[in-house]
C-alpha cells in the first residue's frame, strides 16, 4: 500500500456528534463536526433520536470535510471509522456508510477504536508538530462514559491501569449540574461558574477506592443531600451560591483525579501525562493538571480544544498509523457497543 502522499477520510459518530474529516499523513485538511441540539430537551442523549439525526447528517457533512480539504474522493487512500465503544444506533450509521464507501472506492477500510483515538490525538500534526508523547506514558482518559488511567507503550500496547467502578466522570459533572438545576449539557457549565467562583466554601468528600480504580457515585449522592438540606434552610440557597458550589465540585472531582495520577505515576515511575476526552477541555481539569507539572516535574500534553471532544480527525490519525501497518478491516467487520481501549 506504497502511495506518495496518504490521504485518510475519517467518519466519528459515536454518540450524539456526526463528524468527518480529512488528514494527510498526520497533518488535519478539514475536521467538520455536527452537533446535535435535539437532546438538550430531552436533559440527555436519546439514542434513536441520535442515530436519525446521524442519517440526516453523514452524506453532507463528509461532503463539506472533502470540499474543505479541497480533496476528490478518488484521491483517499482510505476509509477510517469507529467501530466502537459507544452507541449502538449511532455507531451502525458510521460504520455502514464507511463500509460502503470503501467498497465503491475500492480502497481500504480502516476500523478504529474511539478512546485509542482520544489518546492518540496528541499526536496530530499541528504547527510542524506531530511527534507527541514519548513512550512509555500515562493517559487519562476523561469523558462522559469513561474515566480511565491507561499506560500508553506505543501506538497500539495500551493497557488500563485503573477506571471508574461506577459513573465516569463526566456523567459526575453533568449529573451535579442538574441537581443544581442546569441545563444539559451541565458539565461546561459547572466549569464556568467554577471559574468564577471560591473553590473552598464547601467541601465534600472524596471516595477511597484502593488501587488505580475511581468511583463517582458516592460523590453525586453527597452533593444531592447537600442541596437537600441546603434548599431544606433556604430554598434560594442554590440561587444565592451557584458559582461557589461549582467551584466546590469541580475542585473535589479534580482532586480525585490527579490524586490517582499522582500513584499511578509513583508505581510506575513515568512522568509523561497526557489527558483526552470530552472532559479534558475542562478548565479546571487543566489547571491542575498544569500545576502538578510544576509540582511533581511532569511533562503534561493537553490537546487542543477542538480535539478534545468528538471528531473525526482522532479517528483519522488512528487510521494513518494503522494503514503504515497495512492493519485493514474487511467488509464483515461491524460496529461494537463495547470496545475495550486495550483489544
Same mark, same amino acid.
Given at each position: 500500500?506504497?502511495?506518495?502522499?496518504?490521504?485518510?477520510?475519517?467518519?466519528?459518530?459515536?454518540?450524539?456528534?456526526?463528524?468527518?474529516?480529512?488528514?494527510?499523513?498526520?497533518?488535519?485538511?478539514?475536521?467538520?463536526?455536527?452537533?446535535?441540539?435535539?437532546?438538550?430537551?430531552?436533559?440527555?442523549?436519546?439514542?434513536?433520536?441520535?442515530?436519525?439525526?446521524?442519517?440526516?447528517?453523514?452524506?453532507?457533512?463528509?461532503?463539506?470535510?472533502?470540499?474543505?480539504?479541497?480533496?476528490?474522493?478518488?484521491?483517499?487512500?482510505?476509509?477510517?471509522?469507529?467501530?466502537?465503544?459507544?452507541?449502538?444506533?449511532?455507531?451502525?450509521?458510521?460504520?455502514?456508510?464507511?463500509?460502503?464507501?470503501?467498497?465503491?472506492?475500492?480502497?481500504?477500510?480502516?476500523?478504529?477504536?474511539?478512546?485509542?483515538?482520544?489518546?492518540?490525538?496528541?499526536?496530530?500534526?499541528?504547527?510542524?508538530?506531530?511527534?507527541?508523547?514519548?513512550?512509555?506514558?500515562?493517559?487519562?482518559?476523561?469523558?462522559?462514559?469513561?474515566?480511565?488511567?491507561?499506560?500508553?507503550?506505543?501506538?497500539?500496547?495500551?493497557?488500563?491501569?485503573?477506571?471508574?467502578?461506577?459513573?465516569?466522570?463526566?456523567?459526575?459533572?453533568?449529573?451535579?449540574?442538574?441537581?443544581?438545576?442546569?441545563?444539559?449539557?451541565?458539565?461546561?457549565?459547572?466549569?464556568?461558574?467554577?471559574?468564577?467562583?471560591?473553590?473552598?466554601?464547601?467541601?465534600?468528600?472524596?471516595?477511597?477506592?484502593?488501587?488505580?480504580?475511581?468511583?463517582?457515585?458516592?460523590?453525586?449522592?453527597?452533593?444531592?443531600?447537600?442541596?437537600?438540606?441546603?434548599?431544606?434552610?433556604?430554598?434560594?440557597?442554590?440561587?444565592?451560591?451557584?458559582?461557589?458550589?461549582?467551584?466546590?465540585?469541580? $475542585?473535589?472531582?479534580? @482532586?480525585?483525579?490527579? +490524586?490517582?495520577?499522582?500513584? !499511578?505515576?509513583?508505581?510506575? /515511575? %513515568? #512522568?509523561?501525562?497526557?489527558?483526552?476526552?470530552?472532559?479534558?477541555?475542562?478548565?479546571?481539569?487543566?489547571?491542575?493538571?498544569?500545576?502538578?507539572?510544576?509540582?511533581?516535574?511532569?511533562?503534561?500534553?493537553?490537546?487542543?480544544?477542538?480535539?478534545?471532544?468528538?471528531?473525526?480527525?482522532?479517528?483519522?490519525?488512528?487510521?494513518?498509523? $494503522?494503514?503504515?501497518? @497495512?492493519?485493514?478491516? +474487511?467488509?464483515?467487520?461491524? !460496529?461494537?457497543?463495547?470496545? /475495550? %481501549? #486495550?483489544?
Amino acid at each position: 500500500m506504497k502511495r506518495e502522499k496518504i490521504n485518510i477520510l475519517a467518519i466519528e459518530s459515536s454518540c450524539d456528534d456526526t463528524s468527518a474529516a480529512v488528514l494527510r499523513g498526520k497533518e488535519v485538511l478539514s475536521n467538520v463536526v455536527a452537533t446535535q441540539k435535539i437532546h438538550e430537551e430531552y436533559g440527555g442523549v436519546v439514542p434513536e433520536l441520535a442515530s436519525r439525526a446521524h442519517q440526516q447528517h453523514i452524506v453532507p457533512v463528509v461532503h463539506q470535510a472533502l470540499a474543505k480539504a479541497n480533496m476528490d474522493k478518488r484521491e483517499l487512500s482510505a476509509i477510517a471509522f469507529t467501530r466502537g465503544p459507544g452507541l449502538m444506533g449511532s455507531l451502525l450509521v458510521g460504520t455502514s456508510f464507511a463500509k460502503s464507501l470503501a467498497m465503491g472506492l475500492s480502497v481500504p477500510l480502516i476500523e478504529v477504536n474511539h478512546m485509542q483515538a482520544h489518546i492518540l490525538a496528541h499526536f496530530i500534526a499541528e504547527d510542524g508538530d506531530g511527534d507527541g508523547p514519548q513512550f512509555p506514558f500515562l493517559a487519562l482518559t476523561i469523558s462522559g462514559g469513561h474515566t480511565q488511567i491507561v499506560l500508553v507503550r506505543d501506538y497500539f500496547d495500551m493497557e488500563i491501569l485503573g477506571e471508574t467502578l461506577d459513573d465516569a466522570v463526566g456523567e459526575a459533572f453533568d449529573k451535579s449540574a442538574k441537581l443544581l438545576g442546569l441545563p444539559y449539557p451541565g458539565g461546561p457549565l459547572v466549569d464556568k461558574y467554577a471559574r468564577q467562583g471560591n473553590p473552598d466554601v464547601f467541601s465534600f468528600p472524596k471516595p477511597k477506592v484502593k488501587g488505580l480504580d475511581f468511583s463517582f457515585s458516592g460523590l453525586k449522592t453527597s452533593i444531592l443531600y447537600f442541596v437537600q438540606r441546603e434548599t431544606a434552610k433556604d430554598p434560594d440557597f442554590i440561587k444565592k451560591n451557584l458559582k461557589d458550589i461549582c467551584a466546590s465540585i469541580q $475542585k473535589t472531582i479534580t @482532586g480525585i483525579l490527579v +490524586d490517582k495520577l499522582k500513584k !499511578a505515576s509513583k508505581q510506575t /515511575g %513515568i #512522568d509523561r501525562i497526557a489527558i483526552g476526552g470530552g472532559v479534558s477541555a475542562n478548565s479546571g481539569i487543566r489547571k491542575a493538571l498544569q500545576q502538578a507539572e510544576k509540582d511533581e516535574g511532569w511533562t503534561t500534553y493537553i490537546p487542543k480544544f477542538e480535539y478534545c471532544t468528538d471528531n473525526a480527525a482522532m479517528i483519522g490519525i488512528v487510521g494513518y498509523f $494503522k494503514y503504515l501497518e @497495512g492493519s485493514f478491516a +474487511d467488509q464483515a467487520v461491524s !460496529a461494537k457497543a463495547r470496545y /475495550g %481501549i #486495550d483489544g
